[in-house]
């Protein structure tokens, strides 16, 4: 099947072939001539399938068309045709809207949208950047806009951007989109959008709740779904290796160094981890940077371009970076710490294996962490193969003395509560 069968132009497939596209995937297959006819669609694909081209393409096309229609529509039009003019008018307005929960995957976004374009004004804004600069490309006006809620509420507020004459929203990554920390924000924006536009739902992950709130704002979606739901790709392997907490860092380095790990990304469930961690593997004579939610614009994005440059062999992040990073043949993905979500895990090991590469999705999981890996089983309903390193065995000691210590711990916080309500009635005696 090719892509000016699925209702793309001669143009577009031209830029297509010279990008190196040579057929369109299960999804870009399924959802392009869906989106162009118009329709509300829930689309479900593994990480790594080219979601961003299935709702990307068709968007640009629909918008190339109607800017050429509206061409003709103003060189034929009356000054006082008021109908005419507003369908001019429509074409110059904000055509689509296109939402993703972190910075990583706006950027990526508007990045693989540019390489698609056909003359087509692209915005994209997002938190930690310079607000005036974005106003600027705003002002000047843009068909496209790509943003977190936050950053786009801010344009919002003070007219930057408006969104009445917006046809197509998207959400990107839609199951985090419509968890309940964007919840309100997501409800701020579409309460300042034509009630008529056109919606579509991408994501790798769809929980039965995140389904539910889904039906709730689409008005009869056509749904796709590639793959099982919640599946990982088949061209990644995945291991678990069991080992005590205080040992993770010990063997992680030695995994980078003993195999000859040239890139490898780590993932940590805290800020303050993914610090401590690069600055010990920089003492380990491995090249280390991390990215978080603290760090600036600037130092993230470094950190990336250092990354796929091969300057540094380790990038540890925390989730901010498991949606949005697309690397071109990232052979490794490490948990350093198993995601409280197993959906992140999905998202995660995602990082590599894409576009049909194979690669390999370690797991360094402590005894503390057997529910995690438990419910990420569930998930998946599959069990993922462990493997005990010879020298990095784990042992129960540790976790004995730790639930000793939390026990202690839960006593001491007792034994002060109590010594605070004596206190407390001494007083009002």
């Given at each position: 099947m090719s892509f000016q069968s699925l209702g793309l132009s001669s143009s577009l497939c031209q830029t297509l072939h010279e990008l190196g596209f040579q057929s369109p995937t299960d999804i870009q297959q399924q959802a392009i001539p869906?989106?162009?006819?118009?329709?509300?669609?829930?689309?479900?694909?593994?990480?790594?399938?080219?979601?961003?081209?299935?709702?990307?393409?068709?968007?640009?096309?629909?918008?190339v068309d109607l800017q050429a229609q509206a061409m003709q529509t103003t060189e034929a039009m009356n000054n006082d045709d008021l109908a005419l003019k507003e369908t001019a008018l429509k074409a110059t307005a904000v055509q689509a809207l296109i939402l993703t929960p972190t910075r990583e995957l706006a950027q990526q976004v508007f990045d693989n949208l540019l390489s698609y374009n056909q003359?087509?004004?692209?915005?994209?804004?997002?938190?930690?950047?310079?607000?005036?600069?974005?106003?600027?490309?705003?002002?000047?006006?843009?068909?496209?806009?790509?943003?977190?809620?936050?950053?786009?509420?801010?344009?919002?507020?003070v007219g930057n951007v408006h969104l009445k004459q917006t046809h197509t929203l998207v959400l990107d990554e839609a199951d985090r989109m419509m968890d309940m920390g964007f919840m309100p924000d997501l409800q701020r924006i579409l309460r300042r959008m034509n009630s008529e536009k056109q919606t579509l739902f991408f994501s790798?992950?769809?929980?039965?709740?995140?389904?539910?709130?889904a039906y709730k704002l689409l008005e009869s979606p056509v749904e796709i779904q590639i793959a099982s739901q919640n599946s990982t790709a088949e061209t990644v392997e995945q291991m678990v290796y069991p080992v005590n907490k205080s040992r993770k860092r010990e063997l992680l380095a030695y995994l980078i160094g003993s195999r000859n790990w040239q890139q490898v990304l780590v993932f940590t469930?805290?800020?303050?981890?993914?610090?401590?961690?690069?600055?010990?593997?920089?003492?380990?004579g491995i090249k280390a940077a991390s990215i978080n939610g603290d760090k600036s614009q600037g130092a993230r994005q470094k950190a990336l371009d250092d990354f796929k440059a091969g300057k540094i062999r380790a990038l540890i992040a925390t989730d901010v970076a498991a949606r949005g990073l697309d690397i071109q043949q990232l052979p490794h993905v490490v948990n350093y710490e198993l995601p409280f979500k197993a959906e992140d895990y999905i998202h995660r090991i995602g990082r590599t294996?894409?576009?049909?590469?194979?690669?390999?999705?370690?797991?360094?999981?402590?005894?503390?962490?057997?529910?995690?890996?438990?419910?990420?089983?569930?998930?998946?309903?599959q069990r993922l193969p462990?493997?005990?390193?010879?020298?990095?065995?784990?042992?129960?000691?540790?976790e004995e003395v730790s639930t000793k210590r939390r026990s202690r711990s839960s006593e001491k916080r007792k034994l002060k509560a109590k010594l605070n309500i004596h206190k407390n009635r001494g007083k009002r005696r």
């Open positions: 869906q989106i162009i006819q118009g329709k509300n669609v829930l689309a479900s694909a593994q990480t790594g399938t080219g979601k961003t081209a299935a709702f990307g393409l068709p968007i640009i096309q629909k918008i003359g087509l004004k692209i915005v994209v804004v997002y938190g930690g950047t310079s607000m005036s600069v974005q106003t600027k490309a705003l002002k000047l006006g843009a068909d496209i806009v790509v943003a977190t809620p936050g950053r786009l509420l801010d344009h919002l507020f790798a992950t769809f929980t039965k709740r995140i389904r539910e709130v469930k805290t800020k303050q981890t993914s610090d401590v961690l690069a600055k010990e593997l920089a003492l380990d294996g894409r576009a049909g590469e194979t690669g390999q999705a370690i797991s360094l999981m402590c005894p503390q962490e057997q529910y995690l890996l438990e419910a990420i089983e569930a998930l998946l309903d462990q493997q005990w390193l010879e020298g990095y065995e784990p042992t129960f000691e540790e």
